[in-house]
């Protein structure tokens, strides 16, 4: 039969206000993370990222916290716009291999 | 600077046939990725390849995929025999080198949508 994919969780906001996405990483040996935006029908597309050497990265209206005490990571987008409407993944790279593992995923829905 | 490149971006085949989906790299980089996406999950890493050589395809099924990267031309994931359970969109992506975090990020391309009618 078919598979039935999970249901991502949704953050929702108004226009304008401040959006955080949050992930739980799994592996204490990754050393890099990178946020990924996903549109429908399109690829991953790269927003930010950050090395374990560092807490805290800033972009163009969004930054990124890494807590690797809790294995945490997320990501701020200011005023957030109706364009940012997408799916949120982030990706972590384990030491010592060359591939990036991803989270499940969040969906951003901003509202006017 | 044209990015990374699949194609086709969409594909239907019937139960049996074989599928083959193609990348090129950015200009430049010399690793590639595959990854798999099913609706409404995250990417699954599938392979990882340079030029003429597999260095991790711990992700891919263990019968009827297999991926290439010729030292001409595209990237090629083949699926043979395919099934319902293939369908899914498949994501391509390149880096630069090796040691990725070591200043390399990998950047996608837009997917290969294979439908399994």
């Known amino acids: 039969g078919e598979s039935v994919g999970l249901h991502l969780p949704t953050l929702s906001v108004q226009e304008g206000d401040n959006s955080i996405i949050n992930c739980a990483y799994s592996n204490s040996a990754s050393d890099y993370f990178i946020w990924y935006k996903q549109e429908s029908g399109k690829g991953p597309q790269f927003i930010i990222d950050?090395?374990?050497?560092?807490d805290k990265r800033q972009g163009q209206r969004v930054t990124v916290l890494l807590n690797k005490t809790v294995k945490h990571l997320s990501l701020q987008i200011a005023a957030t716009q109706p364009g940012d409407s997408a799916v949120y993944f982030c990706?972590?790279?384990?030491?010592?291999?060359?591939?990036?593992?991803f989270g499940t995923g969040t969906r951003l829905q901003v509202f006017p | 600077n044209a990015g990374v490149m699949q194609n086709p971006r969409h594909l239907v085949r019937r139960r049996g046939q074989e599928a083959r989906l193609r990348c090129s790299p950015m200009?430049?980089?010399?690793?590639v990725y595959w990854y798999r996406q099913l609706p409404e999950e995250g990417l699954k890493f599938m392979v990882y390849?340079?030029?003429?050589?597999?260095?991790?395809e711990s992700g891919m099924p263990k019968e009827r995929f297999s991926a290439e990267f010729p030292k001409e031309g595209p990237s090629i994931l083949r699926i043979q025999q395919v099934v319902r359970g293939d369908s899914a969109a498949y994501f391509c992506a390149s880096s630069p080198s090796s040691s990725v975090g070591g200043g390399n990020t990998i950047y996608f391309g837009e997917g290969s949508w294979l439908t399994v009618v």
């Open positions: 950050i090395r374990s050497n560092m």
């Open positions: 990706a972590e790279n384990r030491r010592d291999t060359d591939k990036l593992i």
């Open positions: 390849l340079q030029k003429e050589n597999i260095i991790d």
């Open positions: 200009k430049g980089h010399s690793h």
